[in-house]
């Protein structure tokens, strides 16, 4: 058995469905996650999965090592073997951190009462919960920059999301300080210098923006979701930076007593039901996480 096959059947074993939000069942025969479960995390056939713990599958990408290394729970240190042993480099300490560390994962797992949503330091979704989704759409259904809240924002809006006029100001303008100061912290990161000469192609509001050389953190705003299940809910967003990894976790939570809150407790209902009738998602991941 080859060193990744080895270390990938392991670190299955450990997982226990709890760890990752799925019902243990019954009739078990491991307290570990199955290969179908970690298939179903990882976004993977469970015939890929048989392949590589009997190392008949060679050359995984980094982007299934990613979502595996997000699925498995596993360290950074445990992330970098896994990438090495399977002959890919481990993502560089100079790019912008896609790492999702198991304590920021357990946060999310359980958090299911409040929409809470992981980020990179450049607004690129990594993780959510099924409220997030129940509340703004399952991010999922984008693709490419589309998972990226900046570019969304200044190319095609925020339609459904309503802001009043000082927190859309602040907003806006939070989120190219926002990418200026990224640049700073990972001038060598090619795929942030590519998302901001696209931007400033395709927005002269990002442009003049940008031109203000504005450095800050977006950290908090107020909004109004209009299109959920349970009619339009005003959140208030705050913004946690994750210490040694600029992840941002941002948590959406209702003024406590009011119609939003009711409205919010209501969806966790209604809306959770309807989301998994309509896109049968499993759980809020990004299966490109690195």
Sequence with gaps: MTEFASVLRAWRDRVSPADVGMPAGSGRRTSGLRREELAALAGVSVDYIVRLEQGRATHPSAQLLGALALALRLTEDERDHLYRVAGVAPPSRGVVPRFVTPGVQRIVDRLGDVPIAV???THDILLWNPLWAALTGDPSRH???DRNLVWRHFTTGHDGIEFDAQHEEEFASDLAADLRTAVGRYPHDGSLTQLVSRLRAASPEFERRWAEARVAEHRSSRKT????????ITVDCD???VPGSDLRIVVYTATPGSADEAKLDLLRVTGLQAL???SGMDAGREHTVA
Excluded at 225 to 232: D, Q, Y
């Design 239 to 241: 913004v946690l930076t």
């Design 143 to 145: 693709v490419g920059l």
């Design 225 to 232: 979701i209009l299109h959920t299940p349970a009619g339009p």
């Design 119 to 121: 980020f990179t330091a």
């Design 276 to 278: 998994t009738a309509d």
